[in-house]
């Protein structure tokens, strides 16, 4: 078994931790609680009808996280094209039938995995390391030398800390361009920044040592709270999820959530054709200045990671909880200016920080789509061991047709990930899926295959160029989820 921390151990050391100052009781880490079957705990799914906002963002109309085989084919943008067209149809009518998967082993490195990615059309994954490395598995085997070495930058020798390079996405043209782009906060600065770096003409398997650019640089805050996910979208431009400043409650940098002009807690939308500050057209805030023209959606905590159904071009974004609720943020396609509430709002919930916060004025708040609840007594007992939310993908693979249209998310240290539909304003139940099976607990579950070792802690959800679904696990391991 991998060993899962206690929430005083993730408080002080865990990727991602979703503590303050204060601390709620420790969860069942080994997931024991009673409930079975794919409708057991709604999970606060039907919490809101987020999205019913709908295409335009009442949010915005008004003024407007934590922590292969050779050959197999992967990744994030690959399949982007296929947004806008016609999506199967989707009934939340009930929650997805998963029952067993399988996790099968395609690569591992030593320590601190946080992300893999492919660029466009390659069948080589990424692997994106805390520290500062990024390695290349290519041809069945991880190369020796390093793709990318930003490790100088990181001091922090601290396991499972916040910091340190978190994400990486590939230039839709990066076969042509070797532009990439990184989202890193430096130990020895503590500066979230996006970075474009390019491949060498050299060497396709290693990168110029030297960026090409910064993209984007917020102020230096505290050592959480720091985002990670960098992605580029249907639309072929540049998202980014920056968390809120980090401390306890926002106390960083107090309201800067819900301020335009401020780049903290925000999802962002970026032009990099374009030259600084990089702002898309047709972003809601374009008219407020440089910071708040590259602003898309707002009021959130820690989106630490993210992703869009390919089909559809909704966005989904798993916001980093306090102490109280882990919840999924829900975008619709052309969306803009919605309000995901922090640091008024933690889930559906107001003022559980403090009375003090307030939303953007004139602005709605618009509701997550699922929330967890971690209190004893809360309403989403199978998720109460949950403190660092892992946004997820909707599947759209071929190998298990069953569960075509369903997201599915996790959580950093929760033995259950989550699995649901999303359609229109309507969310389905939540199927509850352990990350290890057990034998005598007749719930849905992933097995690990061969010599794998089982799921415990989950950095990350995503999606391959063969449009099928990895987890990033145990901070070294990229599984494949297969068919049972």
């Given at each position: 078994m991998f060993y899962l921390p206690s929430r005083a151990t993730l408080c002080s050391l865990a990727l991602l931790a979703a503590c303050s100052s204060s601390s709620s009781p420790a969860a069942d880490a080994s997931g024991n609680a009673n409930g079975s079957?794919?409708?057991?705990?709604?999970?606060?799914?039907?919490?809101?009808?987020?999205?019913?906002?709908?295409?335009?963002?009442?949010?915005?109309?008004?003024?407007?996280?934590?922590?292969g085989e050779a050959g197999a084919t992967t990744g994030g943008e690959a399949g982007m094209k296929d947004a806008g067209t016609v999506p199967p149809v989707c009934n939340a009518a009930s929650a997805p039938d998963v029952g067993k998967l399988f996790l099968q082993e395609v690569a591992s490195v030593a320590d601190e995995l946080v992300m893999a990615a492919q660029?466009?059309?390659?069948?080589d994954w990424y692997l994106v390391r805390r520290r500062g490395f990024v390695d290349v598995f290519t041809a069945g085997a991880v190369k020796t030398e390093h793709f990318l070495d930003l490790s100088g930058e990181n001091d922090d020798q601290n396991e499972g800390g916040e910091q340190g390079l978190l994400g990486l996405t590939f230039h839709p043209d990066y076969a042509s361009n070797g532009?990439?782009?990184?989202?890193?906060?430096?130990?020895?600065?503590?500066?979230?920044?996006?970075?474009?770096?390019?491949?060498?003409a050299a060497d396709p398997y290693k990168a110029d040592p030297t960026k090409v650019r910064d993209i984007v640089v917020l102020p230096p805050s505290a050592g959480n709270h720091n985002g990670g996910t960098v992605m580029f979208g249907p639309d072929k431009l540049l998202y980014v999820g920056t968390g809120d400043g980090g401390g306890g409650c926002n106390d960083d940098k107090p309201d800067t959530p819900q301020e335009i002009?401020?780049?903290?807690?925000?999802?962002?939308?970026?032009?990099?054709?374009?030259?600084?500050?990089?702002?898309?057209?047709?972003?809601?805030?374009?008219?407020?200045?440089?910071?708040?023209?590259?602003?898309?959606?707002?009021?959130?905590?820690?989106?630490?990671?993210?992703?869009?159904?390919?089909?559809?071009?909704?966005?989904?974004?798993?916001?980093?909880?306090?102490?109280?609720?882990?919840?999924?943020?829900?975008?619709?396609?052309?969306?803009?200016?919605?309000n995901y509430g922090w640091a008024d709002y933690e889930a559906n919930v107001a003022d559980t920080c403090s009375a003090n916060r307030k939303l953007r004025a004139d602005s709605v708040h618009t509701p997550p789509i699922f929330a967890a609840h971690q209190n004893p007594g809360n309403t989403t007992p199978?998720?109460?061991?949950?403190?660092?939310?892992?946004?997820?993908?909707?599947?759209?693979?071929?190998?298990?047709?069953?569960?075509?249209?369903?997201?599915?998310f996790g959580d950093y240290r929760g033995?259950?990930?989550?699995?649901?539909y999303h359609c229109g304003s309507t969310t389905s139940p939540v199927a509850p899926v352990r990350k290890q099976c057990a034998v005598g607990i007749n719930e849905a579950c992933f097995e690990a295959k061969g010599n794998a070792d089982d799921l415990g802690q989950l950095m990350a959800i995503v999606e391959g160029n063969d449009h099928e679904m990895y987890f990033v696990g145990n901070r070294k391991t990229l599984y494949k989820v297969v068919p049972n």
């Open positions: 079957g794919n409708n057991a705990g709604n999970a606060g799914s039907n919490a809101s009808n987020a999205g019913s906002n709908g295409s335009t963002g009442n949010g915005g109309s008004k003024d407007s996280g934590r922590p660029p466009p059309g390659s069948s532009l990439f782009y990184v989202m890193i906060t430096p130990t020895k600065t503590s500066v979230d920044q996006v970075r474009e770096y390019k491949r060498s002009k401020s780049l903290f807690g925000k999802i962002l939308r970026l032009d990099v054709s374009k030259p600084f500050p990089h702002a898309a057209a047709g972003n809601p805030f374009d008219s407020d200045g440089d910071n708040a023209s590259l602003v898309l959606h707002y009021g959130l905590r820690n989106p630490f990671r993210f992703g869009f159904d390919r089909v559809t071009g909704d966005l989904y974004i798993g916001d980093v909880g306090q102490d109280t609720y882990e919840e999924v943020d829900f975008a619709p396609k052309d969306s803009k200016g919605l199978l998720y109460k061991d949950y403190v660092s939310v892992i946004g997820g993908i909707v599947y759209r693979g071929a190998a298990i047709p069953k569960l075509q249209g369903a997201y599915f033995a259950r990930m989550g699995a649901l």
